[in-house]
């Protein structure tokens, strides 16, 4: 079990703040840009975004590439027993805990370029750009590829870096299977990256990850960045509703047992349960088997996961009450079976002061416009704030869109994020003279 941290405030060195690199200190924006559109080449979606999910052969693929610019950018490899890659630039101090930043590779089948995978490059732009100005730290700064972010091929979200946080254990996470039964553990070792490190054993001075809102709340505000002061909670309920196959043509209507239906109803009741909480509660399915899924016979069987959210512990307990309370009730009048299976979800969290702090001053001394806001989407970082100090920063994205292949930022609002990084980093492992 990993040690629970004492969550400490990460003191701003003043000396270190004297030195902090003044406004001029920045990023390689075009550099970043084209490590971008390069790792965009691999897993390619089919509307100009991308499908490079979780221990596929372009996960595979994308892994090596990002391996390949860290050691070239002289940083010493990682790797752990879930494949959670570590790329560390050495620091002054080597009994120093290191500073880590970074975020995930893997994206949704209908992803975008930069969910993840701006937190990961933009963390790796950090070393270029610290190693182009000469820049020593006492901390070493380590840049992470977190395993299975997304949680569509194996649920839940998060699923590796829960797992170095403590909160899964690694034999759960390798019985995971995906819809064709293949084995979490069995495709990590079938595309070469699981690593022999022991998941977890890792102690992190801080650990900060960059990443696009997902929302649309700082573009239509016109800020630049994001200073995340909490994370909203998440809870998945698996539900499967049974009744009868049956003709659709040849069946009476009153004679139907049709799970189809029946979910049908419940989804309604999820948007209402939602709603009942606004502004902030947020609730849906995203994920929807039908058995048999023939156009001619009625389901006997539907299995979906509710997606319910809020900044509020207590909502979320109310809305997965709610759920099994009017789903089974609309499953008692319609005849049908329904079971109910919580697959994943985590509390609010709310990240370290001192992390959320650096963050601030690094966005004010840099001069960009910025507000704090709460993460309406989970992240790795969710899970890594319960073992080190932990906040993020967001940039806009275009629309608010993510989880679609047209997912867009411009190149301002990555220079603006990693900028931000840097500074917040650079205040954290302390620059050395
Ligand atoms: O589900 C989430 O919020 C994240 O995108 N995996
Ligand atoms: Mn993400
Ligand atoms: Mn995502």
Known sequence: MVKIYALHK?????????AAPGENLKINPDRLWDS?????????????????QTLTDEDAEGRALFQKWCEEAGCTMGLDTMGNMFAQRDGTDPDALPVYVGSHLDTQPTGGKYDGVLGVLGGLELLRTMNDLGIKTKHPVVVTNWTNEEGTRYAPAMLSSGVFAGIHTQEWAYAKTDAEGLRFG?????????????????????????HIEQGPILEAEGKDIGVVTHGQGLSWTQVTVTGKDAHTGSTPMPMRKNAGLGMARMLEAVDQIAWSHAPHAVGAAGHIEVYPNSRNVIPGQVIFTVDFRSPDLSVIEDMEKRLRVEGQKIAD?????VAFEKVGGFDPVAFDEGCVSAIRSAAERLGYSHMDV????????????G????????????????HNEAEEITKEWAKAGADVLLHAVLETAEIVK
């Open 387 to 402: 073992v080190a100090p932990t906040a993020m920063v967001m940039c806009p994205c275009v629309d608010g869109l993510s």
């Open 186 to 210: 069995d495709e990590l070792k079938r595309i070469g990256w699981q690593g022999d490190e022991e998941v977890g054993a890792r102690k992190m001075h801080a650990f900060f990850e960059l």
């Open 333 to 337: 009048d319609m005849g049908l079976e």
């Open 374 to 385: 709460i993460s309406g989407a989970g992240h790795d970082a969710c899970w890594i704030n």
């Open 36 to 52: 971008l559109m390069e790792m965009a080449k691999i897993g390619p979606g089919v509307a100009g975004g991308n499908n490079r």
């Open 10 to 18: 990460v003191e701003y060195a003043k000396e270190t703040a004297m």
